[in-house]
């Protein structure tokens, strides 16, 4: 997931939420200075998952690595499907 990311740049004017981390396979993979996770990813049963606790960091551009990074991470075998939330498609 982090191949290549070399820093979060995220939007200072996104307010996000705050994820909680529930299971042993569930990891942080962003966490800011007062210790909230911001994106977090897991498997879950024979799938994979990444949830950011923001929409806006899906289309900022400097989040671009790690977003490829992202679905290949979530894609483990080719031609695996991969949702997205209709409300974000």
Do not use: K
Request: glycine fraction near 8%.
């Amino acid at each position: 997931l982090m191949n290549g990311v070399t820093s979060w740049d995220v939007p200072e004017d996104a307010i996000p939420c705050e994820l909680l981390l529930i299971g042993e396979a569930s990891f942080p993979v962003m966490v800011n200075d007062m210790g909230q996770v911001l994106i977090a990813a897991s498997s879950y049963g024979r799938g994979r998952l990444v949830v950011v606790s923001h929409e806006d960091y899906l289309v900022e551009a400097q989040l671009t690595t790690f977003l490829l990074n992202a679905v290949g991470w979530l894609c483990s075998s080719p031609g695996a499907p991969i949702g997205v939330h209709p409300s974000l498609a």
